[in-house]
């Protein structure tokens, strides 16, 4: 993912708290493997309460 790239996805998904290309790419791995990931996706995001 290009620096610019992981800018606007960070920005697209603010309330998430993703600090790092790899975060960004899990977290869009996650979104597109479900058909309603927004109905989970808060009980196995965990981005903003471990340490990078």
């Keep these: ?3 610019e790239k992981l ?3 960070q920005e697209q ?3 998430m708290n993703l600090r790092s290309a790899e975060e960004c ?4 791995l996650f979104m597109n ?3 309603n990931p927004s109905g989970i996706v808060n009980n196995v995001a965990r ?3 471990r340490p990078v």
């Design 33 to 35: 493997a479900f058909e």
């Design 47 to 49: 981005w903003a309460e």
């Design 25 to 28: 790419y899990y977290h869009q």
């Design 13 to 15: 998904h603010l309330d």
């Design 1 to 3: 993912m290009s620096e």
């Design 7 to 9: 800018k606007q996805y």
